[in-house]
């Protein structure tokens, strides 16, 4: 009898993952968590791994006191440790009808097997995973549980790109359950005003969240290929609209570029990590390179 993949399994790249498994995902910022993992938690705990000495307060637990520092000092201090945790790793995926979008691979397929791999390789760290989906509305909501990744990848599986998109209402309603500070990935074509971008997503920062935005698009969207008069369809709105490509080629792509810089500027102030891709581009290159900058960045810190 013939194996059977779960569903979802099919977006797990191997390509992809034997290039970037041997890179750890590690946090910018500290997490909350309770369970040994790769990453630090904020939270004080009892773990071998010595913080700090301050000063006692009336109710801190006697146990925890330095006697050899009180030795030294005739001051009271108790020890404080930090406690490992698991990340809590939120994927927000932009199912809205534009996505559909794709010469030959649609960038919904190619936002789903870089969601698959993300999710899969911080499974593999034991770190938590969750997703959510959305295009005016939140669609669907996963937490992000140690025992998710069946569930993330079955959802991954059934999702379609149908209806009109948003992104401030339904990001700001996903936010607003995001209380736990952790990774928070969105993955979208952005075909929303850089200012509603960042202004959704601030409220994430400010809570601590480590926020990286991948911006998904295909090939003919960023050169504009086309040479013959036709119609073009919004696949949102279904509106039919004229076009000479010759007459429109220089002022899109300059808009497009305009568009390109604004999001990779304001991101940089916001400390968001942004990533563009095309989905001609291997995905399996892009997010080896982008991972090992990471890695690097985050050491040198």
């Given at each position: 009898?013939?194996?059977?993949?779960?569903?979802?399994?099919?977006?797990?790249?191997?390509?992809?993952?034997?290039?970037?498994?041997?890179?750890?995902?590690?946090?910018?910022?500290?997490?909350?968590?309770?369970?040994?993992?790769?990453?630090?938690?904020?939270?004080?705990?009892?773990?071998?791994?010595?913080?700090?000495?301050?000063?006692?307060?009336?109710?801190?637990?006697?146990?925890?006191?330095?006697?050899?520092?009180?030795?030294?000092?005739?001051?009271?201090?108790?020890?404080?440790?930090?406690?490992?945790?698991?990340?809590?790793?939120?994927?927000?995926?932009?199912?809205?009808?534009?996505?559909?979008?794709?010469?030959?691979?649609?960038?919904?397929?190619?936002?789903?097997?870089?969601?698959?791999?993300?999710?899969?390789?911080?499974?593999?760290?034991?770190?938590?995973?969750?997703?959510?989906?959305?295009?005016?509305?939140?669609?669907?909501?996963?937490?992000?549980?140690?025992?998710?990744?069946?569930?993330?990848?079955?959802?991954?599986?059934?999702?379609?790109?149908?209806?009109?998109?948003?992104?401030?209402?339904?990001?700001?309603?996903?936010?607003?359950?995001?209380?736990?500070?952790?990774?928070?990935?969105?993955?979208?074509?952005?075909?929303?005003?850089?200012?509603?971008?960042?202004?959704?997503?601030?409220?994430?920062?400010?809570?601590?969240?480590?926020?990286?935005?991948f911006h998904v698009l295909d090939r003919?969207?960023?050169?504009?290929?086309?040479?013959?008069?036709?119609?073009?369809?919004?696949?949102?709105?279904?509106?039919?609209?004229?076009?000479?490509?010759?007459?429109?080629r220089t002022g899109y792509l300059a808009?497009?570029?305009?568009?390109?810089?604004?999001?990779?500027?304001?991101?940089?102030?916001?400390?968001?990590?942004?990533?563009?891709?095309?989905?001609?581009?291997?995905?399996?290159?892009?997010?080896?390179?982008?991972?090992?900058?990471?890695?690097?960045?985050?050491?040198?810190?």
């Amino acid at each position: 009898m013939a194996a059977t993949l779960a569903p979802g399994a099919r977006f797990v790249d191997p390509a992809v993952l034997a290039r970037v498994s041997n890179l750890e995902f590690v946090a910018r910022s500290v997490v909350d968590g309770v369970v040994n993992g790769l990453h630090r938690s904020p939270l004080f705990g009892t773990s071998v791994d010595f913080a700090e000495h301050r000063g006692y307060v009336a109710g801190d637990d006697l146990r925890r006191l330095d006697w050899k520092v009180f030795g030294r000092t005739d001051k009271y201090y108790v020890k404080e440790f930090e406690a490992d945790s698991n990340a809590a790793f939120t994927v927000l995926l932009d199912v809205s009808a534009s996505m559909g979008f794709g010469e030959r691979l649609s960038k919904l397929d190619y936002a789903r097997t870089l969601a698959a791999c993300l999710l899969y390789l911080v499974h593999q760290q034991r770190d938590r995973v969750g997703l959510a989906t959305f295009d005016t509305e939140v669609r669907t909501y996963v937490p992000a549980a140690s025992r998710h990744l069946h569930t993330v990848l079955h959802t991954l599986d059934r999702v379609v790109a149908e209806r009109p998109g948003a992104f401030e209402a339904p990001v700001t309603r996903l936010a607003e359950q995001l209380t736990r500070r952790g990774v928070v990935v969105v993955i979208s074509d952005l075909y929303a005003e850089p200012d509603d971008v960042f202004r959704t997503l601030a409220p994430l920062r400010f809570r601590g969240h480590d926020v990286l935005l991948f911006h998904v698009l295909d090939r003919a969207e960023l050169e504009f290929p086309y040479d013959t008069p036709s119609t073009f369809e919004d696949l949102e709105d279904g509106d039919q609209v004229p076009v000479s490509p010759d007459a429109l080629r220089t002022g899109y792509l300059a808009l497009m570029q305009v568009h390109l810089e604004t999001l990779a500027t304001r991101a940089r102030a916001q400390q968001i990590d942004y990533l563009q891709l095309s989905t001609d581009q291997p995905l399996d290159h892009a997010l080896y390179h982008y991972l090992s900058a990471r890695d690097r960045a985050l050491r040198t810190r």
